[in-house]
């Protein structure tokens, strides 16, 4: 691990919960960690640190071990790593049609999964969804660890013109109070956002993008979506809307876009634009299809929607790298990964950017590893994101008192649902 990507302790007053958070950060990213190599990482005395390593074991977020097979005279090195058991989050991806959810632990581990098909369009039905799926996943989980919820959501959701319009968004949707319903009645913190905000997170948590502190995740879901991550927090823009590259012009006088614009991208590389291609309502429940039909070359139709994507993803990077100089584009999203992986080949070479000569080709574009899973795991993220990650801007934030983990933390619960 490169020393630049350590955040470094503080000697503020209030700074004790943000001090917990970094040294709970390195031993997670480090899977297992003196305490000696902790003092050398975080710039913190090695009694600050020792307080905090007891702190964490005594809340049972991290368990000591002792090294077996060390050299050392006297009493063998210990090394700390996170309990991934100490506590897990319910995350829910919502995408127009569908509910899905699974269980997720500290280590990113998925325990349990439910989906329902429900009409979206109706928010009291997404609703008693959501609570069922809550229900079912929290009785399973057996434990009275869940920290909470979060749910992914295709964006934009700060009301925009195009917030909540067309097919890949969650049409007709008017406010977001159905997650403050979703909170009252499961009684469990909520957190919700962007599909491509939760896809990133999960990544820099769980995922490719664990050791990147700069990087674009693209979200290939229904529609497409991005998010540019700075220093390990996703960009927000100055409404929340930042980065929604799926509604950004790149044919001219194109395909028509439910936007009110044409030649959108999300019009060329998305699940929906393949639906419609393929002329099926949704290619979701088609991916072992997909990928059938890719590896035989058999559906002329899929080859030439491929190539045709391609052409416009390698545009879409070349923007993307000219603008952000990101360290890599992460790609993830409920997208089978095959047909990822064919776009990708398709658009090879890639154009020339500012990225072409300094960064290893193959490390300008990621696939998540969890491709499927990577929105879901990135919700589950939304709740327990803040308390594994130290983020500067929570030394800012107010704090009440509160018991556990989450006042050790620093964590401040939400009066209502929590956007992130
Ligand atoms: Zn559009």
Request: glycine share 10%; aromatic share 4%.
């Amino acid at each position: 691990m490169a020393a630049s990507m350590v955040s470094r302790g503080t000697t503020q007053q209030s700074s004790a919960p943000y001090n917990r958070r970094i040294v709970l950060d390195v031993i997670r990213r480090h899977g297992a960690i003196s305490r000696r190599r902790i003092v050398e990482l975080v710039s913190l005395s090695p009694q600050t640190v020792a307080n905090i390593t007891n702190e964490l074991e005594a809340l049972g977020l991290i368990v000591a071990r002792r090294v077996t097979g060390a050299k050392a005279r006297g009493q063998p090195p210990i090394a700390f790593a996170l309990n991934p058991n100490a506590g897990n989050a319910i995350g829910i991806s919502l995408e127009p049609g569908r509910a899905a959810a699974a269980l997720v632990n500290l280590g990113g581990e998925i325990l349990g999964r439910r989906r329902i098909e429900v009409d979206t369009h109706d928010q009291r039905a997404v609703l008693a969804a959501m609570v069922s799926l809550v229900g079912e996943l929290n009785s399973a989980a057996g434990a009275p660890r869940t920290w909470g919820v979060g749910v992914a959501l295709p964006g934009p959701l700060i009301p925009t013109e195009i917030s909540f319009v067309g097919p890949t968004a969650l049409e007709g949707w008017t406010d977001l109070s159905v997650f403050d319903e979703l909170r009252a009645a499961t009684r469990l913190q909520v957190f919700y956002s962007v599909d491509s905000v939760a896809g990133a997170l999960g990544e820099t948590l769980f995922g490719v993008a664990k050791s990147l502190d700069n990087f674009f995740y693209m979200h290939f879901g229904v529609g497409l979506g991005g998010t540019l991550v700075v220093n390990r927090a996703a960009y927000r823009g100055a409404n929340g809307n930042a980065t929604e590259i799926g509604h950004i012009p790149v044919v001219p006088g194109g395909r028509p876009c439910y936007c009110g614009s044409s030649g959108c991208l999300e019009r060329y590389v998305s699940l929906h634009s393949l639906a419609e291609a393929l002329g099926v309502p949704d290619v979701r429940d088609r991916a072992a299809w997909i990928v059938q039909a890719l590896a035989s070359g058999s559906e002329p139709t899929l080859e030439a929607w491929c190539r045709e994507a391609a052409d416009r993803l390698r545009d879409a990077v070349c923007v993307i790298e000219n603008m952000l100089d990101p360290r890599s584009i992460v790609i993830g999203g409920s997208a089978p990964k095959p047909l990822v992986e064919r776009l990708l080949a398709l658009a090879m070479p890639l154009h020339h950017s500012v990225r072409g000569g300094v960064a290893n080709p193959a490390e300008r574009i990621l696939l998540s590893e969890r491709q499927e899973d990577s929105t879901i795991l990135g919700a589950a993220v939304l709740p327990i994101y803040d308390q594994l990650s130290p983020r500067l801007e929570v030394l800012q934030q107010d704090r009440r008192p509160e018991a556990g983990v989450a006042e050790a933390m620093g964590a401040r619960e939400p009066t209502g649902a929590g956007r992130l």
